[in-house]
C-alpha cells in the first residue's frame, strides 16, 4: 500500500505542473500547428491580393508580411523555402508600384541569392535579374533627379543672391554649380555657358572689368569653336555685353 506522505507529494507535484502550464506564455505552450500556419500563409496572401486589386499597396504590403512571418515559422529549417521567397519577391514588386525602389532592389538581390541556392530555379533567377536590373536603373534615375534638383536649387539661390547685392556667396554657389552641371552636361553645353556669364556679370557688377572681360571672350569662343551650331541668342547677348564693358572701361579711363 502506498504511503499517504508519497501520496501527498504526487498530488502537490502534479498541481505544480498544472500551474506552472497555466502561467506559461502561449506561444511557449504551443506553437500553431503546420496546417494552421499554412492556413495563414494562404489567408494572408489571399487578403493582400485583395487589398491590391483596391490599389492598396501599404495594406498589401502588410498582408504579405504578416504572410512572411507564418512562413518563416512553418518552414524554420529552411529559411529560403521556395514559398518564403516567393512571398518576398511579391513584396518586391509591391515596394516597385509604390516607388520605393531601392527597399526593392535589396529584396530582389537577396532573394535571387536564395533562388541560386535551389536546383531548378533557372528561369526564376534570370527574372529576378531582370527586375534587379530594372530597379537599379530606376534608384540610378531618382539619385540623378534628386542631384539636378539640388543644382537647381543651388542655381535660383544664387541669383537671388546676385539681385540682393550678396556677390561673394553668389560667386561660391555659381562655382558650385558650374562644377556639377560641367561634369554632367560638358564643358559647351548652353547651361554651362549661360552660368559662366553670371559669373561675368558679377565680375562686372564688381568693377572687376579684365575678369570679366576674359569670361564673356572665352564664352564667345567656345561657342564658335563647338560641333553644333552656336546658339545665336545667347552669342548676341554675351557679345553686346562685352562691348558695354569695353565702351565703360574706355569710359572709365
Not at 531582370?130 to 540623378?144: P, S, T
Not at 548652353?190 to 561675368?200: A, F, N, T
Not at 565680375?203 to 575678369?211: G, R, S, Y
Request: one cysteine or more; a positive charge; charged letters at 30%.
Amino acid at each position: 500500500m502506498e504511503q499517504p506522505d508519497s501520496i501527498k507529494s504526487r498530488s502537490a507535484l502534479i498541481i505544480i505542473q498544472q500551474t506552472a502550464k497555466k502561467c506559461m506564455p502561449v506561444n511557449i505552450r504551443k506553437r500553431p500547428s503546420q496546417q494552421l500556419l499554412l492556413q495563414k500563409i494562404k489567408e494572408q496572401s489571399k487578403l493582400a491580393k485583395r487589398s491590391l486589386k483596391e490599389n492598396n499597396i501599404r495594406i498589401a504590403i502588410a498582408h504579405y508580411e504578416e504572410a512572411l512571418l507564418a512562413a518563416y515559422d512553418l518552414y524554420k529549417a529552411n529559411p529560403k523555402h521556395d514559398r518564403i521567397l516567393k512571398i518576398r519577391e511579391n513584396i518586391a514588386d509591391l515596394y516597385t508600384m509604390k516607388g520605393s525602389h531601392e527597399d526593392a532592389l535589396l529584396l530582389y538581390s537577396s532573394v535571387k541569392d536564395g533562388y541560386f541556392t535551389t536546383k531548378g530555379n533557372v528561369q526564376r533567377v534570370k527574372a529576378l535579374e531582370e527586375k534587379e536590373i530594372d530597379a537599379m536603373n530606376q534608384v540610378a534615375c531618382n539619385r540623378e533627379q534628386k542631384n539636378t534638383e539640388h543644382i537647381d536649387q543651388l542655381y535660383r539661390l544664387s541669383l537671388v543672391n546676385i539681385q540682393i547685392g550678396n556677390y561673394r556667396r553668389a560667386q561660391s554657389l555659381l562655382q558650385r554649380v558650374l562644377n556639377e552641371v560641367r561634369i554632367r552636361d560638358g564643358v559647351t553645353n548652353d547651361q554651362v555657358l549661360i552660368i559662366r556669364e553670371h559669373l561675368g556679370d558679377l565680375h562686372a557688377l564688381q568693377l572687376k572689368i579684365e575678369e570679366a572681360r576674359v569670361i564673356y571672350s572665352s564664352i564667345l569662343k567656345t561657342m564658335v569653336e563647338r560641333d553644333e551650331s552656336p546658339n545665336w541668342e545667347l552669342y548676341a547677348a554675351v557679345k553686346q555685353k562685352l562691348d558695354d564693358l569695353v565702351f565703360d572701361d574706355t569710359t572709365y579711363k
